[in-house]
């Protein structure tokens, strides 16, 4: 039976569902670059970028092993611009008896594909991504029943299930968790290893030549591209992360220095998202650093839950409630993203550092997209959907089921405390703990009121005044709210005034 197999541009792996059982006689492999997944946003060029130059390595991975594969370039003179009208060309061209796939990955896609049985009179089978370590239908299972959910017991129940980090039915080391030994601010005279860096090779000039000229006006910049395109790259990342960066990831997972946009992270997301690396093999790298005596337990463990159980979470969080927590707004936010997101033109400078290594590197790490730009979005009432959007555009790593809980849920609130116990909001007095970033501004931290004052002060707390009928019976939430009412009636009135001008200056902007 000839099969027409479809691998999208994330689904980068040889060992995919829809590949598992291909027939190297018969079968078709369908991959294609197309400008409707280029531009539903406007990804950064950086992202594209990589996407096409590691699709055009699989590609020829792929061939390499006497699979026929039908690949679709973007500026193809033939190129029919969408994933289902290139579907559509091939089963013309090679009249397949059916089709099979792998689920995608984003809502948005999987609800067209489970139109294309009817659409193309053919037998579609949409197979079950096995690349995630929980299944839809057991994520279901696992969160029936519960008003909120919440990340922590999740992880454990993984860590059972595949003993991680495991001393028979008990966590090594005796504790779950051990953040209370991490996210440590920087100190001075930290050594900080330099990225792993790949030149680009002929398929990606080629690639990076046709980003430049296709998307012009897409966020972003190009020069200096040095991601790794295809899996033996992205493990050789891995292997430098475990050997060069993993001993302190743990202790200054959170700290921001300028100049510094790579620390001691991994730099793996866009490899795992994108299907170059599998989640397992990663955990179990760091788990065998762990026993080696290459790197400490907090560390390994908080890295290794970031993957088994925050990644894990998010994913199954999205398909449960989609489609409507795209459109959750439990604070009713709705002011326009300021044009600094886009320009870095800012005079807070932790906001222009973030946007504007966000420009170069289409990366920042989880603080500085949860601590920095969300709090600002959040504390600003900034519009959950436009933020959204931003998120999903500016990052490599972006993918609307990893961007919307992280962005909707933990930064943002938007659903209300389904998925955070709490607001992640918090005033200057966190980033200048946790960066050199306030050294450098043009506004002053220690100050709460007044035009010099660090934007970030004020603004919390008229956050918390403006929100209060939500957010007082937050048992997270008591202390701070009297906090607040031991403020004499001049300082909670200053605290609205500076937030009121702020506010109005960011209208007034767009």
């Known amino acids: 039976m000839k099969t027409l197999r479809l691998v999208l541009g994330d689904q980068l792996s040889r060992d995919l569902s829809s590949l598992t059982d291909i027939d190297k006689d018969q079968d078709i492999v369908l991959m294609a670059e197309v400008m409707a997944e280029v531009t539903y946003v406007k990804h950064h060029k950086r992202k594209i970028a990589f996407l096409f130059s590691a699709m055009r390595h699989f590609a020829k991975a792929l061939a390499n092993e006497g699979i026929r594969v039908r690949y679709r370039r973007l500026d193809h003179p033939e190129n029919a611009g969408s994933l289902a009208d290139e579907v559509a060309a091939a089963i013309a061209e090679s009249t397949p008896d059916r089709i099979i796939l792998t689920a995608a990955g984003e809502y948005r896609l999987a609800d067209e594909m489970a139109g294309w049985q009817a659409r193309f009179g053919l037998p579609v089978e949409i197979r079950t991504d096995t690349r995630f370590l929980f299944g839809l239908d057991q994520f279901a299972e696992w969160a029936e029943g519960r008003k909120s959910l919440r990340m922590e017991f999740f992880y454990r129940d993984l860590r059972r299930r595949y003993n991680v980090l495991m001393a028979a039915d008990e966590p090594i080391g005796g504790k779950w968790n051990y953040d209370a030994d991490n996210r440590q601010p920087p100190k001075d005279g930290l050594t900080i290893p330099p990225p792993s860096s790949y030149a680009p090779d002929a398929i990606t000039a080629e690639v990076l030549a046709l980003v430049e000229a296709r998307c012009r006006d897409h966020f972003g910049q190009l020069d200096g591209f040095d991601f790794a395109v295809t899996r033996d790259q992205a493990l050789a990342v891995l292997d430098r992360f475990i050997a060069e960066r993993l ?50 337990l907090n560390a390994v463990e908080g890295f290794i839950r970031q993957i088994l159980g925050w990644r894990e979470f998010v994913r199954g969080l999205y398909w449960l409630k989609m489609p409507d927590y795209a459109s959750a707004n439990f604070l009713e936010a709705n002011r326009p993203l300021p044009d600094f997101f886009w320009t870095g033109d800012t005079a807070m400078n932790c906001l222009r550092q973030s946007i504007k290594q966000t420009h170069d590197l289409a990366y920042a790490h989880h603080i500085q997209r949860l601590m920095v730009l969300g709090n600002f979005a959040l504390i600003s009432g900034l519009s959950p959907q436009a933020v959204n959007e931003w998120f999903l555009v500016v990052y490599a790593d972006a993918y609307e089921w990893v961007v919307l809980p992280n962005v909707s849920g933990m930064a943002l609130f938007a659903d209300g405390g389904y998925l955070a116990s709490k607001p992640y909001a918090a005033g200057g007095a966190y980033i200048n703990r946790m960066s050199d970033y306030c050294k450098n501004c043009r506004y002053k931290v220690a100050e709460k009121s007044g035009e010099d004052a660090c934007p970030f002060n004020y603004l919390y707390w008229d956050f918390l005044a403006r929100h209060r009928a939500k957010l007082s019976g937050n048992p997270r939430l008591g202390m701070i709210y009297r906090s607040f009412d031991k403020m004499s009636p001049e300082k909670q009135a200053a605290v609205s005034h500076d937030a009121d001008r702020f506010l109005q200056s960011l209208d007034r902007a767009d």
Do not use: K
Request: proline share 6%; hydrophobic share 45%; glycine share 10%.
């Open 247 to 296: 001993e302190h990831f743990g202790t200054y997972q959170d700290a921001m220095i300028e100049g510094e946009p790579w620390m001691y992270h991994s730099h793996i997301s866009l490899y795992l998202n994108a299907g170059l690396l599998g989640p397992m093999e990663i955990i179990r790298a760091a788990e065998v650093a762990y026993h080696a005596g290459a790197a400490p």
